[in-house]
C-alpha cells in the first residue's frame, strides 16, 4: 500500500469513526500500518497530527451543530 492510499483509508477511518473514541493507534491499525508509520504519512502530507486532525474535524462537526441549532 503507497503513502497515498494510507492516508486516504485513514481519513475515510477517521469520517466513519469520528464520533467513536479512536485514537491514533486504531486509525493504524485500521490502515495496517504502524502508529509512527501513519504519523510520518499524516504529518508530512497534511502538516498536522492524526490527533490534530481528529481534534480539528470533531470541533468542526460540533460548530456546525451549534449554528444549525439557531
Do not use: G, P, W
Amino acid at each position: 500500500m503507497n503513502n497515498i492510499e494510507i492516508l486516504t483509508n485513514a481519513l475515510e477511518f477517521i469520517e466513519e469513526n469520528l464520533h467513536n473514541d479512536i485514537k491514533t493507534q486504531d486509525v493504524a491499525d485500521a490502515c495496517f500500518c504502524s502508529k509512527s508509520a501513519l504519523e510520518k504519512i499524516f504529518r508530512h502530507i497534511s502538516r498536522i497530527s492524526v490527533h490534530e486532525y481528529l481534534i480539528k474535524r470533531r470541533m468542526t462537526v460540533a460548530a456546525r451543530m451549534l449554528a444549525a441549532d439557531n
